[in-house]
């Protein structure tokens, strides 16, 4: 099983940038998809951004669109979220995870392995 820690969170103001980074154990991990996901105090989890296993494909929730981008270093297992033009909307701890496909990652909550997570919080 993949092991995953999440890092780069902390507290910004709105309109500044942050960079996530998840970094997973074993020598598998450019066999999986990967995604982030959020979780604010309250609230469900909700989707992020997913990128499959070469990099080549990525998708979005329609909230961070065009702010957030995934990106993947397989020489160093790690995956990235670069978070631009952050909201206090953002404001929730960050997750990553595995998943075999992009589509698993959204539709299979249940598969794959979770990371801590890491707290972003955003100032208005």
């Known amino acids: 099983q993949v092991q995953l820690v999440e890092s780069g969170g902390g507290l910004v103001q709105a309109g500044g940038s942050l960079r996530l980074s998840c970094a997973a154990s074993g020598r598998t991990f450019n066999s999986y998809a990967m995604g982030w996901f959020r979780q604010a105090p309250g609230k469900e989890r909700e989707f992020v951004a997913a990128?499959?296993?070469?990099?080549?494909?990525?998708y979005y929730a329609d909230s961070v669109k065009g702010r957030f981008t995934i990106s993947r270093d397989n020489a160093k297992n790690t995956v990235y979220l670069q978070m631009n033009s952050l909201k206090p909307e953002d404001t929730a701890v960050y997750l990553c995870?595995?998943?075999?496909?992009?589509?698993?990652?959204?539709?299979?909550?249940?598969?794959?392995?979770w990371g801590q997570g890491t707290q972003v919080t955003v100032s208005s």
């Open positions: 995870k595995t998943g075999i496909t992009i589509a698993t990652i959204t539709s299979r909550p249940d598969l794959g392995s």
């Open positions: 990128i499959s296993w070469s990099g080549s494909s990525t």
